[in-house]
């Protein structure tokens, strides 16, 4: 299981990324 941070960090870069 991944820490909160970890998971929550992937979860801005997936919708920065689905952004552009």
């Known amino acids: 299981m991944l820490p909160l941070a970890y998971s929550w ?5 997936g919708t ?3 952004s552009i």
């Open 9 to 13: 960090t992937l979860e801005i870069k």
């Open 16 to 18: 920065a990324c689905n």
